[in-house]
Structure formats: C-alpha cells, structure tokens
C-alpha cells in the first residue's frame, strides 16, 4: 500500500511539474530570491556539512580591506556567512554556519572575496550577492606572449580616458575592471557573455571598436518586435582581417636610400675596374663565377663591440645619456650655425673694383667698338660696290639722249 501511494505521488508530481512547463504565464528564467519568511527553507532545518572558500589578496590590498572589513562582515552576517581576514598569510575565508538558510549564498560570498582580492571597490562587489548579479574573472594575462604588446592591447580595451570601457559596460549593462592581468565583469548572464567576447577577440588582435559597432546594432534591433524571430546577420557587419603594410618611419626610409646609394656607388666602381677585364666580352652575358673559400664572412660587429671600442659599455647609463645629450647639442649648434651663415650671406656687401681693373674694363669696350666701325664701313663700301654695278648694267639696254641729239644735227 505505500509503494502505491508513493508512486501516485510522485506521478502527481510529475504532472504539475508537466503543467507548469507548459504553462506560458510563468516566466521559467526569473530570478526568485530566497526568502524564508515565504516559506523558503532546507529540507532538514540545515545544512549538513560547514562549506568554506578562501582566496588569497596581494599585499597592497592589505590596507583597503581592513578599512572595509566591517562592511564585508556586516553584509555577510545578514545572510548567515561566517568571514575571516587573515593579514599574516595574506587571505579571505568565508564558511557556512548552522544558521545559514540559502545553500546557494556561500557561492555569492566566494565571488564577493574573489573581487575584493581583484581590486573592486566594497561598494559595487556586495552587488554580487543579489540573485541577479552575477561575476566573471577573464584571465588574459597568458594569452599574449609579447608583454609589451599585451600592454598595447590591454590600453586599447580601455581607450582613450577609459572611453572604449565606458561604452562596453553601457551596451552590456556590465560593471568591467581591468586590473593586471585579469579583467573582472559583474551583471547579467548575457552582458557577461557579450563583454567576455570582446575582451577575448581584443586579446585576438581584433579592435574593440568593431564589437562594440556590433553591439550597438544588436541593441537597435531589439527594440523591434517584428525582429524577434528573425535573423539579424544581414543588418550585422561583418569585418575581414586585411593585412595592410604599415607605413615605415621616416627614420628607416633615409637610412634605406642612403644604403642604396652606397650599393650604386660601389656598382660603378665595380663595372669601371672591370671594364678592360680580358674575360669580359661585349655579348656575353655570363655572371663572374665567385672564388670558392672555406672561411665564413667577417661578422659585423655588434652593438656591444662597438660600445667597448669606443667605450661606452663601462660608463653608467645616466652618463650614456648625458654623452647622448651632449652630441645631440653640438650637432644642433653646428647646424644651427650652418643656418645662421647662410642667412647672412644675403646682408654680406660685393667687394668694390679698383682702378686698374675698371681702365681694363675700358679698354676692351673700346676695341669692342672698333671693331664694330671696321664692320660697319665694311658693309657700306660693299653696298657702293654693288649699286655702281648696277648702274653699269642698265645703260647697255637703255638709248643715251645726248647721242641721239648728235646723230640728228648731222644728219640736217
């Protein structure tokens, strides 16, 4: 009879429990807090066994946390938790008590001593405890093995005055710290899972700027009930990773020409010492075929070489650089000197000729002149020449009026 009675009432249960899930007047996601007043409360009055968590704090957080401790065990208190601070080994307990009535708020009070010990302030980490607020540590720290180009891409989630992380934490409703190399997230389950995404692909090399654009779109498109069931990749962006060449400093580009030149010089001299070589040939295009020799290339020298030689390496670095300002002054002096006499080269007056040389002057203005008369009475006695010749040519055609007065008077 009670094995009937149990089955009947575990398929009565069942049965409810069938009701409620198709019932669309519940909400099955809401958060409902534990109130023992309504009747909230463990099946033996208690939790069996004490459950406890520590973490560890870094020494500058020593401060700050015995000022608030007070705070922490207050707000501890009110939920039945048990805290302890221990400054000589440098760690944060929390345990249950036979008081406790949540099974779940030991959980709360971990994450409430993991984001003290990760620098957020008591105020926004007793948040945590609320049913609706939950914690995420993103460990970033091992993800970038470059450390200065981690630090680059840990600024670039901050942005310009924190403006980057001001603009996730309004998109995702999230509280984000970033603090050495984790990166702490306090709010919902999905801002979490949003703010966690970008933090990773800023991690990738992927600009948080392009993930917050995204966002921001996601967000418009909520607010559209006609969208709800729709999907919304062809109103998303969608970003390809193009390998653009960087633009080289202004440094290495001189330094790159000024070799090149080098290498044009020394090709010249190589094809004018070649050039009366007797293997050589006009139409032979062959390459010269290099001596073979066992022994590597002369090493360069390196950097370290070159301070010992001149002896840099054994001073001090604060006399390497007061060396390095020192030439850096004199090279500007001298160049500002170079300036300076070029500019005055305009103010400096033309030097006065004497008298030798302005009678020399004279001189040669003169013969200058001579020779100009000798050419011009040249060209005239030739014009002279020249109309007398013609003149001569037209009396053989042209009848002489005197000569026929003459042939007249004889003739009467």
Not at 205 to 222: D, F, G, Q, S, T
Not at 282 to 292: A, D, E, H, N, W
């Amino acid at each position: 009879m009670a094995s009937e009675s149990t089955q009947q009432h575990d398929s009565s249960t069942a049965n409810s429990k069938d009701d409620n899930k198709s019932d669309p007047n519940i909400d099955h996601w809401q958060n409902k807090p534990w109130d023992a007043t309504n009747g909230d409360a463990l099946t033996g009055g208690s939790l069996v066994e004490e459950s406890s968590f520590a973490t560890l704090f870094p020494k500058y957080r020593e401060k700050y946390l015995r000022d608030v401790w007070p705070i922490v065990t207050r707000t501890l208190d009110s939920h039945k938790i048990k805290c302890e601070l221990n400054l000589v080994e440098g760690s944060m307990t929390v345990m249950t008590t036979r008081k406790t009535a949540d099974p779940y708020i030991i959980l709360k009070a971990r994450d409430l001593i993991k984001l003290l010990a990760r620098s957020i302030p008591c105020a926004q980490a007793v948040k945590v405890l609320r049913d609706d607020v939950q914690c995420d540590i993103i460990k970033v720290g091992g993800m970038v093995r470059n450390k200065e180009r981690f630090v680059k891409r840990r600024q670039r989630l901050i942005g310009p005055d924190g403006a980057t992380l001001k603009a996730l934490e309004l998109l995702t409703e999230c509280y984000i710290l970033v603090q050495g190399n984790t990166v702490a997230v306090m709010g919902g389950y999905k801002g979490i899972k949003q703010a966690r995404q970008v933090v990773l692909d800023c991690m990738k090399n992927v600009h948080p700027v392009y993930n917050i654009k995204r966002l921001m779109i996601m967000k418009e498109l909520a607010k559209d009930p006609k969208l709800a069931n729709e999907d919304w990749n062809r109103f998303l962006p969608s970003f390809k990773k193009k390998n653009v060449p960087r633009r080289k400093p202004r440094q290495t580009i001189l330094e790159q020409e000024k070799a090149k030149k080098e290498r044009e010089q020394m090709r010249e001299q190589s094809g004018d010492s070649n050039q009366h070589d007797e293997h050589t040939t006009i139409g032979s295009k062959k390459p010269k075929k290099k001596v073979y020799t066992p022994f590597p290339p002369v090493q360069p020298p390196s950097k370290v070489d070159l301070q010992l030689d001149s002896g840099e390496y054994f001073l001090s670095e604060r006399e390497r650089k007061s060396r390095k300002l020192a030439e850096k002054y004199a090279k500007s002096a001298q160049k500002s000197y170079d300036k300076k006499q070029e500019r005055d080269k305009v103010f400096v007056a033309p030097t006065r000729t004497t008298k030798e040389e302005t009678k020399n002057d004279g001189a040669t203005k003169n013969k200058q002149n001579l020779d100009l008369d000798k050419l011009k009475g040249k060209f005239a006695a030739a014009g002279d020449k020249r109309k007398n010749n013609e003149s001569e040519g037209l009396n053989d055609f042209v009848e002489n009026p005197s000569r026929k007065s003459s042939k007249k008077k004889s003739k009467s």
